[in-house]
């Protein structure tokens, strides 16, 4: 018997699409308004699914409490309230864009599950433009 | 062609989580205020998912009037505005948190759609916490 | 120049609807399903609504961070995960519908606000039945 | 590594659930009050996911301005504001079911996508009642 | 103690922006698309707002089974799956834009309702648009 | 007869809470991690009702294609993507809090709407914080 438990949380940050390697032509012309050396930013809404079995013994697939932990330390307290391109090492070579974002976001929840579990992410950059990624 | 077809339908219900055989101090400790003795609840909002093939005549997965009433028969009319531990015989010895009152909802549904169907069950306790249930 | 400021907070409780001064039958007749003595339950979302004039040295209304303990210590801790009937005593002889749970509410969050201010709460019962109270 | 990236749009459309080879009756029958001769109508909701790996160079798995035209060419275009019976030639000997209407569109997405990617569709009809198609 | 009660509802209708008296080229000039002869249509979600005093006895400010009797019968069965423009008499010489039809559910429901209360309406033609009327 | 009509529509920008007279450690104080010199952002959803009589001959309040214009020209475009605090003039020497956006908003569509209207803006900073502003 396998199931999934989600859990919500979200972040605000500002970010830009840019390539350094890129000349200011290019990053405008591939990234357009999401290029703004200016930056601009998002409300990121993010769905965090745990695949795995229910405990016999207390119901739960895992306990939420520590997986809120989990999302507060290696998501919501690294990237809230945030500049992504110049303040969060894992998008200083990365291009912080959503599908970027997602999968950083899974890599660092990734080594705090168990091994028992699957990890999928889906993360909203706006209520119209989302991603998922499960590894 | 295969596809998957959603009706949505919601109950409301007070619950708590808690194990007869175990402690209160126990209880406490794994369930926290959940396990609170007087009960709490929630606007369980469900969606019933059934996978399979359109029919060429109707254009039609399933009769969306037949299933409707079927989640009304199998999951509105016996849990809503009810005390899942007190008054569903389906908790009397497993304990209702999200992941086994989904689990409780597919076996029910599962047992009233023809076999040539999948059925998926996704539970929302709240806004923030919700789980997929696909047997 | 005056303005609205609204917070969003949350908190699951179980109730009943029940007049201790009225006969089994007349409670059932006049609630119905709502009147199940063993209770059932809601996600009781809330919007706290803050009217006055905007400061022009900070572009606050009102401190955020100072409203959300409020609504904290006022709502959260003594309704989320209660029972109404049974642990708040506030519906000690209070009938706990949606109505009466928005104006104790409200007067709980009026006497903390400040006399510059006008209060207003929303109080979802359901996504599909809520009211709104401005004192 | 592989990832699916969402884009929302929406269309209004009439239609109605019939099948000219069927009597009256019949039609009414089967499809009860949305076989009404004169129509009845949509907000369709649309959520286009397409799966494939992300782009080291840009961190697009692909470039939302393109998939947004696409779904403007193939879906709004052609169904916005349309009576889909009637005025669109997909349907002509098509019932118009939220299912038929949803392999409709993931055929012509389909063959405007590139075969690295997979293509799904998400259709809701109204909040309650909605399809996933992948192919 | 004045307090607004508010309760959902919903109808699919198909219709058109349309003056008889108007010429095709107006009537396409003024209405657009929207003016389509074969109709299109609409998910229109209803808030009906009771304003009036909470009754000190049941603590309710009306009885929302009441109200719900009144929808249905007032808006839903006159409304849902009918092609307004043909089959309801309200809009045989009234254009059946968003704003006339939340008049018309108004006065439908205003002379159904006791006159101690006020009568609120807000109807949303697409998540995006939508009008608030209150007499 | 007075009714209110709304339009949605959104756009995302970064900014951060802050005064050029004040010292870091002051900002920091009162305006936490909203203070962050390198930015965050958000999707700010808006909502504008503009409330004034229903055309008898067409049953519009207003043409929705010229309000949505006047929107794109006086918000969309000179907000959207952008970075508040650097690029954009009106906050210059005005700190971009959400009640003072919500302000700057209303004073700019104020101007481009007949005085026989009048004029609100709901603005949503995130889905649990929001403002309203009605001149």
Redesign the interface.
Known sequence: ????????A?F????R?F?EDWSDAKNKE?????S?P??????Y?LEV?ITGA?DD?????ID??ILKNIIKEEVENPL????LN??VADFKD???????I??VIWNRLRKRIGAEYDVSVKLFE?????????G
Chains 1, 2, 3, 4, 5, 6 share one sequence.
């Open positions: 018997m396998s199931l999934t438990v989600y859990r919500s979200h605000n940050a500002a970010h699409l390539r591939i990234f357009g308004k999401c703004n200016h930056y601009h930013g998002h409300n809404e699914g229910v013994e207390t119901g739960f697939l939420l409490k809230d309230h945030k500049n110049v303040e990365l291009n912080p864009t959503v599908e970027n997602a999968v706006t209520p119209r433009n989302f991603v998922v990624y499960t």
